[in-house]
């Protein structure tokens, strides 16, 4: 029997639907609209497009949003100045630099400098201990996303095994954290990991947030278990996972698919800590 799809885009849109509502309910309040503060240096094609679907997704649900176009060659310290004026600034409750940077700028240095009341990103090391010691803390968007993915299936992480493939500071690492804090027993695999198939092949949960297109094949996946694909990859013209879909989808319980999975809850729970950055 095929696995069950978990419908990222439907439960975004949901999530956007509260939002909007929640934005009316707060401006009737009397409070100030949410807005977000977008910077994107440089003109990488992702990062444009991302940067265009958050902007076009912040004006759907009522979030002022203003954009920032630095050019490739922006100094540090001129993008530190930036920062700065967005941080003083009271229409901008979020700040997000979309990721990555040009080589020359010190992307660390960057995400510190954000304001961790403003850290929508959930980047900020301030905001990553909190994460980590369960603290109220923005969450990364995507791990977020991932969280509430698994809450819709009222799927209960607790004493189950989960494997994250891939140890990002943006992915890998966060959701590891956030599931081991929903008392799972978390394995985090990566490209040095001996015998990666057979570590899957233990999973309940199995993450895959690696880049490597279509990577985990069925033969890998416990019957029954959750997969979660994270990654966006794109072959021969089409956009894909790191999951290979339609092997897994025989043997896996549940699976999200790629596009419309964890795509579309990242841009949710950006839009989710923007309003309650400005709701605070
Ligand atoms: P990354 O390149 O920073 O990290 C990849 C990780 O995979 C590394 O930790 C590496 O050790 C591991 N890895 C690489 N090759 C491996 C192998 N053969 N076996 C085991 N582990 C291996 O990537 P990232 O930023 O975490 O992104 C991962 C994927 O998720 C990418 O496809 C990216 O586009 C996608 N992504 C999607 C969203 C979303 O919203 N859906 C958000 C962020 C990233």
Redesign the pocket.
């Known amino acids: 029997m095929p696995a069950q799809i978990i419908d990222g885009k439907r439960i975004a849109q949901q999530i956007r639907s509260g939002l909007a509502q929640k934005i009316l309910e707060m401006l009737a309040q009397g409070k100030t609209r949410p807005g977000l503060a977008v910077v994107l240096v440089g003109d990488n094609p992702a990062s444009k497009l991302y940067v265009s679907m958050k902007q076009k997704a912040c004006k759907e649900v009522g979030i002022y949003s203003e954009e920032h176009r630095l050019p490739a060659e922006v100094t540090q310290d001129q993008l530190l100045a930036l920062i700065d004026e967005l941080n003083g600034d009271p229409k901008i409750h979020g700040i997000l630099v979309q990721l990555p940077l040009p080589a020359h700028l010190d992307e660390e240095e960057v995400i510190m400098r954000i304001h961790p009341d403003k850290d929508v990103d959930g980047f900020n090391p301030v905001n990553v201990g909190k994460m980590c010691i369960g603290s109220r803390a923005y969450l990364p968007c995507?791990p977020a996303?991932i969280m509430k993915l698994i809450d819709t299936i009222n799927y209960d992480p607790a004493g189950k095994k989960a494997v994250v493939?891939?140890?990002?500071n943006?992915?890998?690492k966060p959701i590891a954290q956030l599931l081991l804090q929903r008392d799972a027993t978390v394995t985090i695999?990566?490209?040095?990991?001996k015998d990666?198939v057979a570590e899957c092949r233990q999973a309940d949960i199995l993450v895959a947030?690696?880049?490597?297109p279509e990577?985990v094949k069925g033969d890998w996946v416990k019957p029954g278990a959750v997969v979660i694909d994270?990654?966006?990859?794109r072959r021969d013209g089409k956009t894909v996972g790191?999951v290979e879909f339609d092997s897994v989808n025989e043997v896996a319980g549940w699976i999200t698919p790629v596009p419309g999975g964890?795509?579309p809850?990242?841009i949710a729970m950006l839009l989710t800590n923007t309003v309650v950055a400005a709701d605070k």
């Open positions: 995507t996303g493939i891939g140890r990002s943006i992915v890998g695999c990566h490209s040095k990991t990666l947030a690696v880049g490597q990577m994270v990654g966006i990859n790191d964890v795509g809850m990242t």
